[in-house]
C-alpha cells in the first residue's frame, strides 16, 4: 500500500477496475458517476481518464463493490 | 448448551416452513446470534447429520457473500436440501454457478439491470402504479397483494422481457405455485400443466417450472422469427454468437428471472405497505418530508426481508466467526437474521421510513451474487410509494396476512388493507 501523507483520507487517489471480474452491477457508477463509467454495449466498469478520489472514498467504493473488482492504483 | 456432531445446538428453530405461517421468528434469530461463533440447525431427513451452520449475524453474513471461493453457490444447492448431481445439473442457474460461470451468465443479461437502465423502464413502472393505486382507491381497499403488490412487479419484468401482458397472471400463478417448493412441498400432481420430466429435475421440484420452460420455448421461437429489443431477444442473441447460452441456460434464465423479478418485489411491497399501514406515524412523516422517499424504499426493503436465505457450501476446510467448518458442510446466510442485527442497525425493530444509515442485506451480503434486479426493485418500490403520496393515500389495517409456509420467500398470499 502507498503512503497516506494527510492521514485522514482525503489524499487524492485513482482507482483501478478489473475487467475481468467486473460483473456489470453499476453500483460504482451509482455512487460516483465522474469517476466509473459502465461500457454501453458490455456494461464493463472502466475507470475515466484522470478521475480520482479522496482515499476514504475510494477504499468505501473498493468495499462496495460486489465483484470485488476495484482497486486503489498505489504506485 | 448440548453438543450436536458438528458444534453447538441452535437454540431455535429457523428452518421449519410452518413456524413462518406465524412470520420470521425474530426471537429465535436473536437467540442464535448471541451464541458465540455458529450454531449447528438440524435439518432433512438426517436430522443433525443433514443439517446447516446458521450464519445469522450481519458481519459473517457478509464475510460468506464476500468470500465465494470458499462458500460455494455451485455445491450441492443454494437451497436447503441438497440436490443429486444431475438435478443439480439440470437446472442450473446464475444462482446456483460460481466464477467462471457465473460471471459469464451475469455478464449477458447485466446491462439489463445497471442503475442507468433502469431509469428507462421508471416512466412504464409509474404508470402501471398509479393505475392500480387509483384502482385500489377506488375500491375502498381490498388485497393489497392481488391488487397492486402482485401486479406491479410482474407487469414490470415481462415489459422488460418482452411478454405479452395479457400473460401476467398465468406467470404470478406459476411462480406461485414455485414457492410451494420451498414450503411444504407442491401441491401440484407431478404431470401438471402436462408435465413428465421427473420433479426431482425442475426448479423448486414443480411441474409449473416445467410450465415456465414451455413458455420460454414459446418465447423462443417468437423472438427468433421476430427479434424485438426486449431481453428475452437479448438472451438469444447472447446465445446465438456461439458460446454463450445453451438452450437450458436460457430456459433457467427465463424462468429465474420471471420468478425473481416479481416474487422477491412484491414481497417488499406488501410488508412495506403492512408496516405503512400499521405505523401511520411513519407514512406522516414521509408525507410531511417526500424527500425521505429514497430512504424509505431502502427501509421497506430491509423490513421485508423478502428472501430469508441463501446456502453455500465450503468448498474446503475453513472457519467462520471463531468456527471450524468442514469441506462439505452446508453454511445458510439468514438475512432475516442479518437485518435486525443489533451490531448493525440502531434500534433494529423499529420501522424507521428515515432510517440513515442502513446497510441491509436484503439483496444479499455484498458479494458476487448480488441481486441482479436490486435497483429495478429499488426504483418499483419508489414510485409506488411516490404515487401514493401524490394522491395522498393512506393505508390502513384490514385483515391479518395469509402468510406462506416457506423458509425461504417472506410470502403472503393475501392481506386485506382499508384506505382511511
Not at chain 2, 436440501?81 to 438435478?87: G, K, Q, V
Not at chain 2, 445439473?89 to 447485466?110: F, G, K, M, N, Q
Not at chain 2, 402501471?128 to 397492486?148: N, P, Q, S, Y
Not at chain 2, 453455500?312 to 452446508?330: Q, V
Amino acid at each position: 500500500m502507498g503512503g497516506d501523507p494527510t492521514g485522514d483520507g482525503s489524499e487524492r487517489v485513482a482507482m483501478v477496475v478489473d475487467e475481468d471480474r467486473c460483473i456489470g452491477i453499476g453500483q460504482c457508477e451509482l455512487l460516483e458517476p465522474d469517476v466509473f463509467r459502465l461500457g454501453d454495449e458490455d456494461a464493463i466498469s472502466r475507470v475515466v481518464d484522470g478521475a480520482d478520489l479522496p482515499r476514504a472514498r475510494a477504499l468505501e467504493l473498493v468495499d462496495r463493490c460486489p465483484s470485488g473488482a476495484i482497486s486503489i492504483a498505489d504506485a | 448448551m448440548a453438543d450436536t456432531t458438528k458444534g453447538p445446538a441452535s437454540p431455535a428453530d429457523i428452518a421449519s416452513p410452518t413456524i413462518y405461517l406465524d412470520g420470521i421468528p425474530h426471537e429465535g434469530f436473536a437467540a442464535i446470534r448471541e451464541v458465540d461463533g455458529l450454531v449447528w440447525h438440524p435439518y432433512g431427513d438426517q436430522g443433525d447429520r443433514s443439517g446447516f451452520w446458521a450464519v445469522t449475524r450481519h458481519a459473517d453474513v457478509r464475510e460468506v457473500s464476500k468470500s465465494p471461493d470458499v462458500f460455494s453457490s455451485a455445491i450441492g444447492h443454494t437451497n436447503l436440501w441438497d440436490l443429486e448431481a444431475d438435478a443439480l445439473e439440470a437446472r442450473r442457474s446464475l444462482i446456483d454457478s460460481d466464477a467462471p460461470d457465473h460471471t459469464r451468465l451475469r455478464r449477458v443479461v447485466s446491462k439489463a439491470f445497471t442503475p442507468r437502465t433502469t431509469r428507462n423502464w421508471e416512466g412504464m413502472a409509474r404508470d402501471i402504479a398509479a393505475e392500480l393505486v387509483e384502482d385500489f382507491v377506488a375500491d375502498g381497499g381490498g388485497d393489497w397483494v392481488g391488487k397492486v403488490a402482485a401486479p406491479l412487479p410482474i407487469k414490470v419484468i415481462l415489459a422488460i422481457l418482452g411478454v405479452p401482458t395479457e400473460d401476467a397472471d398465468y406467470m404470478v400463478e406459476l411462480t406461485n405455485y414455485l414457492v410451494e417448493g420451498t414450503g411444504e412441498g407442491t401441491s401440484l400432481p407431478d404431470d401438471a400443466y402436462g408435465n413428465t420430466t421427473p420433479t426431482r429435475l425442475l426448479p423448486f421440484n414443480s411441474p409449473a417450472s416445467h410450465a415456465l420452460y414451455e413458455y420460454a420455448e414459446k418465447m423462443r421461437q417468437l423472438r427468433m422469427a421476430e427479434p424485438g429489443e426486449d431481453l428475452v431477444t437479448g438472451l438469444l442473441e447472447a446465445e446465438a454468437d456461439g458460446e454463450r447460452l445453451t438452450a437450458a441456460e436460457y430456459r433457467n434464465f427465463f424462468q429465474l428471472l420471471v420468478f425473481a423479478g416479481n416474487e422477491t418485489t412484491r414481497t417488499a411491497m406488501i410488508h412495506g405497505a403492512m408496516a405503512l399501514a400499521e405505523h401511520p406515524d411513519e407514512w406522516a412523516r414521509l408525507q410531511a418530508d417526500p424527500s425521505l422517499v429514497v430512504r424509505a424504499v431502502d427501509e421497506v426493503i430491509r423490513w421485508a426481508s423478502p428472501i430469508l436465505h441463501m446456502r453455500r457450501t465450503a468448498s474446503r476446510d475453513t472457519e467462520l466467526a471463531g468456527t471450524p467448518i468442514a469441506a462439505g458442510d452446508k453454511v445458510v446466510m439468514w438475512y432475516a437474521g442479518a437485518n435486525r442485527d443489533p451490531e448493525a442497525f440502531d434500534d433494529p425493530y423499529r420501522f424507521d421510513v428515515g432510517r440513515e444509515d442502513n446497510p441491509h442485506y436484503a439483496f444479499g451480503g455484498g458479494g458476487p451474487h448480488f441481486c441482479l434486479g436490486a435497483f429495478l426493485a429499488r426504483m418499483e418500490i419508489q414510485v409506488l410509494l411516490e404515487e401514493m403520496l401524490a394522491r395522498d393515500v393512506v393505508l390502513a389495517p384490514g385483515s391479518a396476512p395469509e402468510r406462506l409456509a416457506s423458509n425461504f420467500v417472506h410470502g403472503v398470499s393475501s392481506v386485506e388493507l382499508a384506505v382511511a
